[in-house]
């Protein structure tokens, strides 16, 4: 049946998915509360990036700018895959602040060992996030969102792996 074009003009951005209104809904929503949180997980970590100091400032330096490029790798597939399902996302920094979970850091200055371990803390908050995207999106049979999220849960996995060994004082 095709659509008259009055309901195609009410629904300008409800992309066709082939998936319920409900899962639409569902999974838009919880997508759109995850990009807010990468997005704040990416600014924290370029903040802590562009303050770090002491001896081992270059490695750490460093490791936290291929990490904040990897976090923001991940904003634009995972907005494009809310649009694509027929949802709507971020519009603005404001949506972002009112819709992220994880604390910001303004402190003027954080040890360098504190800085990392918050990051460790917050990138396997992010996986546990990302792993109950992934059965919301299990549950409603979106294996496309659930394909992106496996090796974004790859990728954080690997960001708290390494902030671990950073920390490692002893074997």
């Not at 970590?45 to 770090?52: D, G, L, R, V």
């Not at 700018?65 to 907005?79: F, G, R």
Request: proline share 2%.
């Amino acid at each position: 049946m095709e659509d008259s074009p009055k309901l195609r003009m009410s629904a300008a951005l409800h992309t066709r998915s082939g998936l319920s209104n409900e899962a639409v809904h569902e999974i838009s929503t919880a997508a759109t509360v995850l990009l807010a949180d990468i997005f704040a997980l990416y600014i924290k970590t370029k903040n802590f990036h562009w303050h770090m100091s002491g001896p081992h400032f270059r490695d750490y330096h460093l490791l936290l700018d291929d990490q904040a490029d990897q976090i923001l790798a991940v904003t634009d597939p995972l907005a494009e895959r809310v649009r694509k399902l027929g949802g709507t996302t971020i519009r603005s920094t404001g949506d972002i602040a009112r819709r992220q979970r994880f604390l910001d850091n303004d402190a003027d200055f954080v040890q360098p060992h504190e800085a990392l371990a918050e990051l460790r803390e917050d990138n396997g908050t992010l996986v546990a996030r990302m792993r109950a995207m992934h059965d919301l999106c299990d549950e409603h049979g979106d294996v496309a969102s659930a394909s992106l999220l496996e090796n974004w849960i790859d990728e954080a996995e690997q960001r708290v792996w390494f902030l671990f060994e950073t920390l490692r004082t002893t074997n």
